[in-house]
């Protein structure tokens, strides 16, 4: 429950808003009954003093209207701009009150601030120093004196990082553009001067950042957007460079530089998306084609050649061409060691290989860096239970016959085999004994074989005919030695009795 004076408390927190609610009906009846300008300007600062500030603007908005000469009209609004954060509205506010009247300091005071934010040195300087020979107060005064002399050492930085700049010391200049933008952080000029030493110093990831700013705080900064667009395009980001470059020709649509990025961009966008398309729909031979058309498109930025080689890995992979696969993985992982997807998919063409050992190391060099990874997890726990399977008996080297064989060449190797390996072929008991035991294991690979879901568990390093392997769940008659075969005909199906004879 709530208590007493919890609640006390509430109700007193929102008595003045209610009164100011109260007085805004009464002289909001008043203003439009006289329409005044005094009444908008008192109206104005109750609601600012309430923190309405939305509405103190409109009506500062209507004192304006009312009066043009109205210098206060104009220092109230500029005040609710700075309250909201609109500084670039606010400018022009309070060079309208100093026009007006050109000794009013505070409103000095606070252009020469905003200027010395916006890099604006030569302007500021003027009216810090205006401030100090117009009779200001105290506070004032020492405030202009302080701003002036940290202004001093803003313009010998900001000429210094002029000079490192021009003699390509990047380094030096960024770090002195650090300081200035420290003070002047609205400077668009400080800003990307900055962000030119950052792409000279390879980190773009800075530069980035500055060239965001810079085309906000300039509305028409089409520079800005084409070098972002170039940026994220030299790092392989294709969807980001496409937006940034649309944003360009939103403020100038026949922007040369910008238009023929676009095309290169849209068009190397729509290559990938198609080849992702046809990756999803399981057509890796065309996805495969689609990644080299990428290659040639943008043959020389390198991030691209390698995004088009993991993605082709990646499709040779899931496409069972595990022998093609591998190399293009490696090449991949030759320029970037920690490419995880590489590594993985370059271990799912070990599997397909029976390499298993190497699958196993790839797996765990990916588990390194990306530890919460399930398919990892997954993939290891499989490649090390086959490599303990292919140690034991593989189904597969029995008959002969790779991992992605069909059923019909499963069948073909089988009748091959059990032709050959029959025990009535032999007449020599320890040949005999020898044919049986191989003829038993051709047997059991065929039926695991044929058999959707006992090849699906073998697949996964599982034994169907080991009943340790299935903990019980599965016995096989194959178990029960070659008698077990009578009757059985490996060449098709029913119980029938067969001799071999031989010209």
């Known amino acids: 429950m709530v208590s007493i004076d919890n609640l006390a408390h509430r109700i007193l927190t929102y008595v003045p808003y209610v009164l100011v609610l109260i007085d805004m009906r009464y002289e909001g009846v008043k203003c439009g009954r006289e329409g005044s300008v005094d009444n908008h300007m008192e109206m104005g600062k109750k609601l600012l003093a309430a923190g309405q500030l939305a509405d103190a603007l409109s009506h500062f908005h209507a004192a304006v209207d009312g009066d043009s000469k109205n210098y206060m009209a104009y220092y109230r609004r500029a005040t609710v701009y ?3 954060g609109r500084s670039k509205s606010a400018l022009p506010d309070l060079s309208r009150v100093i026009e007006l009247k050109p000794d009013f300091t505070s409103a000095r005071l606070q252009r020469a601030n905003l200027l010395l934010k916006q ?5 500021a300087e003027s009216d810090f120093e205006k401030v100090l020979k117009s009779n200001p107060s105290d506070k004032e005064a020492s405030e202009a004196q302080s701003q002036l002399t940290k202004l001093d050492e803003i313009q010998r930085l900001a000429a210094e990082a002029h000079s490192t700049f021009s003699r390509k010391d990047y380094m030096t200049a960024a770090a002195q553009l650090d300081t200035v933008i420290e003070t002047c952080i609205w400077d668009v000029t400080s800003r990307e001067m900055r962000a030119e030493c950052f792409i000279q110093m390879g980190e773009m990831g800075k530069a980035i950042s ?17 070098k972002l667009s170039t940026i994220y395009y030299n790092l392989g980001d294709h969807e980001m460079s496409l937006n940034e470059v649309r944003e360009c020709l939103k403020l100038d649509p026949d922007h040369k530089q910008c238009y023929s990025h676009y095309k290169q961009v849209k068009k190397l966008n729509k290559q990938i998306q198609s080849a992702e398309e046809l990756i999803q ?22 991030h691209f ?6 993605r082709i890995c990646h499709a040779l992979a899931q496409g069972q061409q595990a022998s093609e696969a591998i190399p293009v993985c490696s090449e991949v992982l030759q320029s970037d060691p920690q490419n995880v997807n590489a590594l993985k998919n370059r271990a799912e063409a070990y ?10 190391k790839d797996y765990e060099t990916a588990a390194k860096h990306s530890e919460n990874d399930r398919q990892i997890k997954e993939g290891l726990e499989r490649a090390q239970r086959l490599l303990k399977q292919s140690q034991r008996r593989d189904y597969y080297k029995i008959l002969g016959v790779k991992r992605t064989a069909q059923k019909k060449e499963i069948i073909k190797a089988y009748r091959k085999l059990a032709q050959q390996w029959h025990p009535d072929n032999f007449q020599d008991p320890e040949e005999k004994k020898k044919a049986e035991k191989k003829f038993i294991d051709i047997a059991q690979a065929k039926e695991v074989l044929t058999d ?15 009943p340790e392997s299935q903990q019980g769940h599965h016995h096989s008659h194959f178990n029960q030695g070659f008698h077990s075969f009578q009757g059985f005909n490996p060449f098709g199906s029913g119980p029938f009795n067969f001799k071999f004879n031989f010209n």
């Open 82 to 84: 700075l309250a909201m």
């Open 119 to 123: 890099g604006k040195l030569d302007e």
């Open 210 to 226: 500055d060239l965001k700013v810079a085309s906000k705080l300039r509305s028409d900064n089409t520079q800005a957007f084409y």
């Open 281 to 302: 729909e399981q057509r890796y031979e065309d996805a495969v084609s689609k990644y080299e058309v990428v290659m040639k498109t943008e043959p020389n930025v390198h």
């Open 305 to 310: 050649t390698l995004l088009a080689k993991e």
């Open 351 to 360: 599997v397909q290989e029976e390499q298993y050992e190497e699958a196993i």
């Open 452 to 466: 959707p879901e006992m090849r699906s568990k073998f697949d996964q390093g599982q034994d169907p005919m080991d």
